[in-house]
């Protein structure tokens, strides 16, 4: 049903055009890019995905496009500024782990995976040439984004407005019939119409989807770290999640859940939201573990059944917050400010000293702040 796959939806544009597509009785060709700008896909990026997933249901193709070779240029979408560009070893790394996340989700039967260097590094710059006559510079210029930072003096490099164009080829590549993408994409997924008639393809349907504001009241970011991973441990992902707001939750079951969010406590809606999304990435008996370990260390402040052994920095007296930075990846200037604001305890109790004699430390359980345990041992 078609009230299924536009569930959420922003933008279906041209209007009717997906009814259309949709009355020539094949599997429809739904494409949705994602650039590997960091080795996660996070439950905002997810949203998307979900759509994908509604219409692999329905008997469609989804071609989850990696974009290892666009991310070498770097999408400037709701940018002030040109985006700094990863090392060819980063984008690898990161193009490698999404499969395996994005299958979180999508019917691995009919899920079609294409890295967009396949035929985006084979151009030769006749074939650029020819992509770059499909739109003008006013028309690019169009882009709010753009737009703004042209009209402020900012700089655009060409490779930037080279973008949407590389992205739109993807269409064409794949021969796209619909092309999903948040809100923030809504320019370049309309490119792609613009560069699909260009090249006498039957121009392909938009789609766009919500963004998923986090718990902080912006855009999911992996710089940020106000995200929730889909391959991060179910602990940390349920943890996370528990850290939206009330008044958030709406929101979050209408997009992640796709149904209203219950009547009853908060607190119990969260908790069943954390444990669907736990449980999605790591299954049922990983999700109830999650949630007995959310429960017993952060609701009852206890430490938790398993703690993992960090051995001590060299000497005696020990540099407490060299201690923590070693066992938590804290900076030593976070550890002394963690310390000083009696967010540290040794088996319990509050410690605020800097120093302790190495005897009174080995074998102890360290707490600092709400969730993180660790028992010194001795030096391996």
């Not at 209007?15 to 009355?23: P, S, T, V």
């Not at 996660?40 to 070779?69: C, K, S």
């Not at 509050?350 to 004699?357: C, G, P, S, T």
């Amino acid at each position: 049903m078609i009230e299924t796959l536009i569930r959420n939806a922003v933008d279906v544009l041209p209007a009717g055009g997906l009814e259309e597509k949709l009355k020539l009785g094949q599997p429809l060709r739904v494409k949705l890019g994602i650039d590997v700008t960091s080795p996660d896909i996070h439950v905002g990026r997810g949203i998307p995905l979900q759509r994908m997933r509604a219409f692999q249901d329905e008997g469609h193709t989804g071609v989850l496009i990696v974009g290892d070779y666009t991310t070498r240029i770097g999408d400037p979408s709701g940018r002030s500024a040109e985006r700094p560009i990863l090392s060819d070893e980063e984008i690898d790394r990161n193009a490698k782990t999404y499969v395996d996340q994005a299958l979180q989700i999508l019917d691995p039967e009919r899920t079609e995976i294409r890295f967009n260097s396949e035929w985006l590094k084979g151009l030769d710059f006749a074939e650029i040439l020819r992509l770059t006559r499909t739109v003008t510079v006013a028309q690019l210029l169009e882009r709010d984004d753009f737009s703004k930072r042209y009209g402020s003096g900012e700089p655009i490099s060409v490779s930037e407005l080279l973008y949407p164009l590389m992205q739109a080829y993807d269409s064409v590549a794949v021969e796209s019939d619909v092309e999903l993408g948040g809100t923030d994409q809504l320019y370049n997924l309309l490119a792609g119409r613009t560069v699909m008639e260009a090249y006498g393809l039957a121009p392909q349907v938009v789609l766009t989807t919500p963004i998923l504001l986090s718990w902080d009241g912006a855009k999911m970011s992996s710089s940020l770290g106000n995200n929730i991973p889909l391959a991060a441990a179910p602990e940390e992902q349920f943890g996370r999640t528990m850290r939206i707001p009330d008044e958030q939750l709406p929101e979050w079951y209408r997009l992640v859940l796709e149904q209203p969010l219950p009547g009853g406590e908060p607190m119990a809606a969260k908790l069943a939201l954390a444990r669907w999304i736990a449980a999605r990435s790591h299954g049922d008996e990983a999700a109830a573990a999650a949630e007995a370990h959310f429960t017993r260390v952060v609701r009852e402040g206890q430490a938790p059944e398993e703690v993992v052994e960090t051995p001590l920095p060299e000497g005696d007296p020990v540099h407490l917050p060299a201690a923590l930075a070693a066992a938590f990846g804290l900076s030593t200037s976070e550890a002394r400010r963690l310390i000083s604001q009696g967010g540290v305890k040794l088996d319990g109790e509050v410690v605020q000293e800097l120093d302790h004699r190495r005897s009174s430390l080995l074998g102890k359980t360290v707490q600092a702040g709400k969730r993180r345990f660790a028992r010194f041992a001795e030096t391996a």
